[in-house]
């Protein structure tokens, strides 16, 4: 079964502009961590931001923040203030604490997102 | 510096010929995992190892190998490659502060 969804294989932005990408997930597990990582074009997987499940505030990193919103099971990431560095393809992940078979770490399908000029 | 080394990052090769990508961790990580990318699907893990000696199935295990014969190598073997297997592939070790994964810089394989 899918545990993480994120709904929008491409976005564009405007240079300087925020963006929100998606994520949702499914998991019966109390307690659990979120990441997001980027994948720039040369191919690498850079880990961007983690969030874990009985934290109380919301997860920053500059100018990336995590809008968790547990009730809803969602995770979206907000990049602010975009940079044509940013364009990208961003990968939602979770890691189940108690997962039964230790293959904890779940990824979604990814979104491409392109800063234009 | 704390890293993934993962070699090659390239690689043609052609049905049935045997390959092994190599991926070792200087962080001293005890779980290690191998992961294929590709489009619409994200990452999928195909084989994981929770100490030396210790490994077992993903999600995708079906046509790989794995070893775990010391704690910072964990080589990935395709024993008779096949073009359903062409793929990014990507070797992580799990850091047990946050258990956030450290990726490797990837593979390409292209199996023709």
């Known amino acids: 079964a899918q545990k993480i969804t994120q709904t929008q294989p491409g976005m564009f932005v405007q240079e300087k502009e925020a963006v929100t990408l998606d994520c949702t997930y499914d998991?019966?597990?109390?307690?659990?961590?979120l990441f997001w990582y980027k994948q720039p074009s040369s191919g690498e997987m850079i880990f961007l931001i983690y969030q874990g499940s009985y934290d109380q505030q919301n997860a920053t990193e500059g100018r990336y923040s995590l809008n968790f919103q547990k009730a809803r099971k969602s995770a979206n990431l907000v990049i602010s203030a975009s940079q044509l560095g940013d364009s990208a393809m961003y990968f939602c992940?979770?890691?189940?604490?108690?997962?039964?078979?230790?293959?904890?770490?779940?990824f979604g399908a990814g979104t491409r997102l392109t800063v234009k000029p | 510096e704390a890293q993934v080394t993962q070699n090659p990052r390239y690689l043609i090769t052609v049905t049935g010929k045997k390959l092994t990508v190599t991926c070792s961790q200087n962080?001293?990580?005890?779980?290690m995992s191998w992961y294929r990318q590709d489009p619409g699907l994200g990452l999928r893990q195909i084989y994981y190892?929770?100490?030396?000696?210790?490994?077992d199935k993903g999600d995708v295990p079906e046509g790989y190998k794995v070893s775990r014969k010391e704690k910072r190598n964990f080589p990935l073997i395709l024993e008779s490659p096949s073009p359903n297997q062409t793929s990014l592939y990507f070797c992580?070790?799990?850091?047990?502060?946050?258990?956030?994964?450290?990726f490797g810089s990837g593979t390409r394989l292209t199996v023709v």
């Open positions: 992940a979770m890691r189940e604490v108690q997962s039964f078979n230790n293959n904890d770490m779940r």
């Open positions: 962080m001293n990580h005890e779980y």
């Open positions: 992580a070790s799990k850091n047990p502060a946050n258990y956030g994964y450290t």
């Open positions: 998991t019966s597990d109390p307690s659990y961590g």
């Open positions: 190892s929770m100490n030396v000696e210790v490994t």
